[in-house]
């Protein structure tokens, strides 16, 4: 299924810790082969996709309350490479920190071009790993004066709803649903895009440079951890740096839960077989494949990213039975109404903190 609407980054000017270049083509040579699917059928699946977008963003809309400025806009439909090629500029993106600490150092220090080779290689094939099971996703971080782009990867989604043997199109939409979410808490929330780089950044900014010894004893930490159950995501904190993670993880949890709570907000009356559905997605979730496929899931920080959507899930659920949708919707108010990682797990201290122990319900 070669279905990309992705364009292919080129290699970032300047000091860069990755060869970019090196990195698409890496993941396209690794990414898995899609499913058989006839030129007539590609063609079908795609524009059902970029249609679904704009049918699930008023149903987004009705559960949530939210409202986005702007045309409603269609998904852009990829294919695995292409899933691959617009998270390499995703990367560029989130390594400017990073990348300008390196730019004006010493020669010494700077990223060599066999290093960065290495890293291109090691992050193409990350990306292939993944462009297998990623569904979709909404791009959170561009280039400067570039909008975010609705993605959905079409070959995922289609193995993935004949492996869960569910309604194609219900399925389409309801994974639309998640999405069209997600780009609307970026684009109703004003201060959401500046606030997520704010705080990728402090995470970035804070990573020494000048202490390969600690970065050893960091990553001797890092081999000695992982049958503990942690992830590289985790062991690689200073303390300093676990403090921003608990506000990332918290704020990831908090779009994760909300969009999961409106893909199921929706009802029978959008999605028929919305029940039947959300069993079968549950228990894939749980099904991690195969030793390796644990292995990596754990070391990337997966399984990290599955609790996020568990226990998001229960906290939005729980505060808008608490108070409704109207009133949880203070949550985007500002950074300081965001969920704690405390109370992502206690979402009644959140209600509490923000509408006031009486806003319970009796």
């Known amino acids: 299924m070669a279905a990309s609407d992705a364009s292919e980054p080129g290699r970032a000017p300047g000091a860069s810790p990755v060869d970019y270049g090196l990195a698409v083509a890496t993941a ?30 008023e149903h987004v809309r009705s559960v949530t309350g939210l409202v986005p400025p702007g045309p409603i806009l269609e998904a852009t439909v990829v294919d695995r490479p292409g899933w691959a090629a617009a998270n390499v500029e995703g990367f560029q993106v989130v390594l400017e920190p990073l990348t300008d600490k390196l730019t004006g150092r010493a020669p010494s220090a700077l990223a060599t071009a066999a290093t960065a080779k290495i890293a291109g290689v090691q992050m193409g094939s990350m990306l292939a790993w ?25 070959p995922n989604i289609v193995e993935t709803e004949r492996r869960l043997g569910v309604d194609p199109h219900d399925f389409r939409l309801w994974v639309a649903l998640h999405e069209v979410t997600h780009r609307t808490q970026f684009t109703a929330v004003p201060w959401m895009h500046d606030h997520v780089r704010s705080e990728i950044a402090n995470l970035l900014g804070s990573v020494s440079l000048d202490d390969p010894a600690q970065l050893i004893e960091r990553l001797k930490a890092v081999a000695s951890g992982l049958p503990k159950g942690e992830s590289i995501v ?3 904190q200073t303390p300093e740096q676990r403090v921003v993670l608990d506000r990332v993880t918290a704020f990831m949890s908090l779009l994760e839960g909300h969009a999961e709570h409106v893909m199921d907000g929706v009802g029978p009356s959008v999605v028929p077989s919305v029940k039947h559905i959300r069993v079968k997605f549950d228990q894939r979730r749980k099904e991690h494949g195969g030793f390796l496929d644990r292995v990596l ?29 109207e009133r949880f919707n203070r949550v985007w108010e500002s950074p300081e109404t965001l969920p704690t990682r405390e109370e992502i797990r206690q979402p009644l201290a959140w209600v509490d903190r923000i509408h006031g122990a009486t806003a319970r319900p009796a």
């Open 28 to 57: 396209r040579l690794l990414a898995p082969a899609p499913p058989k699917v006839t030129e007539t059928e590609a063609a079908d699946i795609v524009a059902e996709l970029r249609g679904l977008a704009v049918e699930a963003e």
């Open 130 to 154: 993944l462009s297998g099971k990623v569904l979709g996703q909404y791009e959170a971080f561009r280039p400067a004066g570039e909008s975010g782009r609705l993605i959905l990867v079409a």
């Open 234 to 236: 985790e062991l690689l």
């Open 297 to 325: 899931r754990r070391a990337l920080g997966l399984d990290l990213k599955a609790l996020q959507y568990a226990e998001g899930k229960v906290f939005v659920d729980t505060c808008v039975r608490a108070v409704g949708m």
